[in-house]
């Protein structure tokens, strides 16, 4: 069930364009022609770019009444992902972020809000601490029976992206079933055995948004991703994102279909621009399609504290010195959902429209080492 889950929402992340058939688009939409597109092409997939054929449709760098060249020439394609991070991040370090239960474990002795993980399903030897522990089928079966407190929001420890996330909304004890989000009922003991439980699953507590998100986003849970540098100096926040789920989506990852993303204003959280789509369907939108409700314009709740939050707890990563954050805006204040190791270029860029190789970005990669010899942008 897993690895099929897993694999289903694996091909469904930015699936490929139809090149061919861009192409024709692009020559529809802009008059540009094939040759000037392969061309153009040819030229972004050099370092640092690295841009791929489908990044360039993606985000519409075939438009040149939206884009000169000199502003192609900052988009970076998430292949340069790898090897930034490998730069630019103590590998030694990784697992503090990207271990969710390390992670979370660490933060909480700094004092900081994250979700409460009522169980780990794992199958190997690992101490997970105080935090209940299953370690077979049949005892994850006797915690849903028996312990769990519904609904329960499952996902790999180590996994990325909500790749395999389950939403549990409860359990029915007359027909032995799990009630999945979305509908779907499966007998208990049959997802308990199909669950890959190795590199350990943690069950949560189901986050409840902000009061003043509900009317915006219904009742699912959204994430404000807070990308930051560790560079010489105090620990920066250089880009955010909101990342605004559609009310029948488990997750407000950006691959699901519906969902949204929003460029924030760093000094006051201020929703600047909004949009849904990629490619030949990328738009930008002002209202939520589904509860029709501006989403361009708000402020978001608790964004002074939500800043000071990742500036501080930053610092306990500070070998990590490209980092992200996923912070839910809750009832009680920001709740810490995950730290990342670096960060997709792919949602900063479609929700500002605009490369992420800045002058400041491009500073810091210069003092990382990451070019072999000083590198000097096109303006802007």
Same mark, same amino acid.
């Given at each position: ?26 020559? @529809? ?8 597109? #392969?061309? $153009? ?16 449709? &993606? ?7 939206? &884009? ?14 790898? %090897? ?12 503090? @972020?990207?271990?969710?239960? *390390?992670? &979370?474990?660490?933060?909480?002795? *700094? ?11 794992? =199958? %190997? ?11 077979? +089928? $049949? ?10 407190? *519904?609904?329960?929001? +499952? ?23 799990? %009630? ?13 055995? /199909?669950?890959?439980? #190795?590199?350990?699953?943690?069950? /949560? ?23 930051? !540098?560790?560079?010489?100096? =105090?620990?920066?926040?250089? /880009? ?45 939108? $002002? ?9 361009? #314009? ?6 002074? $504290? ?17 980092? =992200?954050?996923?912070? @839910?805006?809750?009832?009680? #204040? ?9 960060? =997709? *270029?792919?949602?900063?860029?479609? +929700?500002?429209?605009?490369?992420? !190789? ?6 810091? !990669? ?12 096109? @303006?802007?």
């Amino acid at each position: 069930m897993v690895k099929q889950k897993f694999q289903s929402d694996l091909d469904t992340y930015k699936p490929e364009l139809n090149l061919a058939q861009c192409m024709r688009n692009a020559v @529809a939409k802009t008059g540009k022609s094939y040759l000037s597109q #392969g061309r $153009e092409i040819v030229k972004l997939m050099r370092k640092p770019s690295l841009l791929t054929a489908q990044d360039y449709y &993606y985000f519409q760098l075939y438009d040149d009444s939206r &884009y000169g060249i000199e502003h192609k020439q900052r988009f970076l394609s998430d292949q340069a992902h790898w %090897g930034i991070i490998t730069q630019c991040c103590d590998r030694s370090w990784w697992a503090l @972020a990207d271990d969710k239960h *390390f992670s &979370y474990t660490l933060l909480e002795t *700094f004092g900081a809000a994250t979700p409460k993980t009522q169980c780990v399903f794992s =199958s %190997g030897t690992r101490n997970y601490g105080a935090v209940s522990t299953c370690r077979s +089928a $049949e005892e994850l079966a006797a915690f849903f029976r028996d312990d769990a407190s *519904f609904p329960i929001f +499952a996902k790999p420890n180590g996994g990325v992206g909500s790749f395999g996330v389950f939403l549990i909304e409860g359990y029915d004890s007359d027909t032995e079933e799990i %009630g999945l989000f979305g509908g779907d009922c499966v007998p208990l003991d049959s997802f308990c055995q /199909q669950i890959e439980g #190795g590199d350990g699953y943690l069950l /949560q507590d189901v986050l409840k948004p902000h009061p003043e998100l509900v009317p915006v986003c219904g009742e699912r849970i959204s994430t404000v991703r807070v990308i930051m !540098l560790l560079d010489q100096s =105090s620990p920066e926040i250089i /880009q955010s994102v909101w990342k605004i789920p559609a009310p029948d989506s488990i997750a407000d990852n950006f691959w699901r279909e519906g969902n949204m993303l929003g460029a924030i204003d760093l000094e006051t959280g201020k929703v600047t621009r909004v949009v849904s789509g990629y490619g030949f369907d990328l738009r930008e939108i $002002e209202t939520h399609p589904n509860t029709e409700k501006a989403i361009k #314009g708000m402020t978001l709740p608790y964004w002074p $504290e939500l800043k000071a939050m990742c500036l501080e707890y930053s610092r306990v990563f500070e070998k990590i010195r490209y980092l =992200s954050w996923d912070i @839910a805006l809750c009832p009680q #204040g920001p709740v810490v959902v995950e730290v990342n190791t670096g960060s =997709s *270029f792919m949602l900063s860029q479609l +929700a500002t429209g605009e490369g992420f !190789l800045t002058d400041r970005f491009c500073a810091f !990669l210069e003092n990382c080492g990451y070019f072999r010899k000083p590198r000097s942008l096109p @303006a802007t």
